[in-house]
Each structure stands twice: as C-alpha cells, then as structure tokens.
T-cell receptor, first 112, second 113 residues
Framework: QKEVEQNSGPLSVPEGAIASLNCTYSDRGSQSFFWYRQYSGKSPELIMSIYSNGDKEDGRFTAQLNKASQYVSLLIRDSQPSDSATYLC????????????FGTGTRLQVFP | DGGITQSPKYLFRKEGQNVTLSCEQN?????MYWYRQDPGQGLRLIYY???????QKGDIAEGYSVSREKKESFPLTVTSAQKNPTAFYLCASRYVGGGQPQHFGDGTRLSIL
C-alpha cells in the first residue's frame, strides 16, 4: 500500500461543476495535510492546508479532512478551464512538516 | 519580490560529470528541501536542511550532495554516481514550526546528453 494514494485520473468535469479530488493516507499519526496544484511543466503551488477534522474553505476551494477514515479531499466549486492541472496531496506525520509524503497526483480536466 | 529562485531552468549533463543546481530564497525561511519528480510519480525527497551547516538525507540521497553554508542558499550537486539523473528537480523552503507549509521554486529540468 502506498503511503499517500490518489486516483491518477484524468477527472473530467464540465465548466461550472464541482470537482471532487480524493486522497487516502496510511499513517494514522499524520497531522498536516496539504493540497498543491501543478500545471504541466511547472512547479507545485500551495492551494490549501488543513490540520483538523472537518472542512476548511478558501474561495472556491474546500478541503475536507477525516482522520478516522484517513482521507482528505479537495472540492473545487464552479470549476474553470484554468483549474485544469494535476493536484498533489501531501501528508506529514507532524506539524514539523519536514518530511512531506506526496501522492502521485490527480489530473483534472475542466472542459468548456 | 520575495521568492525561491532556482537556476538554471534547464541543464544538460554529460556522462561522468558532476553538475550543481542552485537554489536561493529571500523569504528568511529556516528550512530548505530538494525533491526530484519523475513523470507519473510523486515528489521524492533528496535532502533537507533546517539550519545552516546542517542537513539530513531524504529518501533518495544516493548520488547527490548538498551544502548549507548560508541561510539563503541550498545548492544540490548531482554527482556522476547518480546513474539516472534525468528528472525535474524542485527546491522548497518554509518557516520551521507551527505546521508551516513548504513553498516551491520554479524547478530545474536536468537531462543527460
């Protein structure tokens, strides 16, 4: 079992729809969770960080964390073609975040 | 502007040659990191450093070396011992403590001639 698992996709959604990206992790002791967006050929860009169970909203993005079920998700409301990218889930065992474990990413395609 | 600068953007290595990738940050971040990304794979940690003159091996340190002589700089040397160096190399940095996230530079793409 991989430490951090994501469906590689592509996940295709129409413009204006909600895109739901999921990530599961194996280490129950994980404390810090991050979502990065990576456009093709570019470096990852931090979108959201979440540390406690529940939802965290920032604009069109909502991160959801369920530590009991060991999953973290990212919802993108009103998806735009510019949201088309690979979304990386990263997990750290501690708040120290020195060692982030990355998933392989989910490719999102938003079509007009 | 504050940020993380990686150079060069593209680099070519000949067989048996060592090459050094530069990473400089002016964010006053304490910790710096080097990752490698291969197509279809997640980022893998090569080395990291929390303070000047100290660094630790990550998961794939073999064939690489680093130094941290200044807080702002964390260069990575890809040695001839690294037999498959072709990859996208990413440098990151962050403030230590409090769950602060890592932020990335623009990356260096290394290829073998």
């Amino acid at each position: 079992q991989k430490e951090v698992e994501q469906n590689s996709g592509p996940l295709s959604v129409p413009e204006g729809a909600i895109a739901s990206l999921n990530c599961t992790y194996s280490d129950r002791g994980s404390q810090s969770f991050f979502w990065y967006r990576q456009y093709s050929g570019k470096s990852p860009e931090l979108i959201m960080s979440i540390y406690s169970n529940g939802d965290k909203e920032d604009g069109r993005f909502t991160a959801q964390l369920n530590k009991a079920s060991q999953y973290v998700s990212l919802l993108i409301r009103d998806s735009q073609p510019s949201d088309s990218a690979t979304y990386l889930c990263a997990v750290s065992r501690s708040y120290n975040t020195d060692k982030l474990i990355f998933g392989t990413g989910t490719r999102l395609q938003v079509f007009p | 502007d504050g940020g993380i600068t990686q150079s060069p953007k593209y680099l070519f290595r000949k067989e048996g040659q060592n090459v050094t990738l530069s990473c400089e940050q002016n964010l006053n971040h304490d910790a710096m990191y080097w990752y490698r990304q291969d197509p279809g794979q997640g980022l893998r940690l090569i080395y990291y450093s929390q303070i000047v003159n100290d660094f630790q091996k990550g998961d794939i340190a073999e064939g690489y070396s680093v130094s941290r002589e200044k807080k702002e700089s964390f260069p990575l040397t890809v040695t001839s011992a690294q037999k498959n160096p072709t990859a996208f190399y990413l440098c990151a940095s962050r403030y230590v403590g409090g769950g602060q996230p890592q932020h990335f530079g623009d990356g260096t793409r290394l290829s073998i001639l």
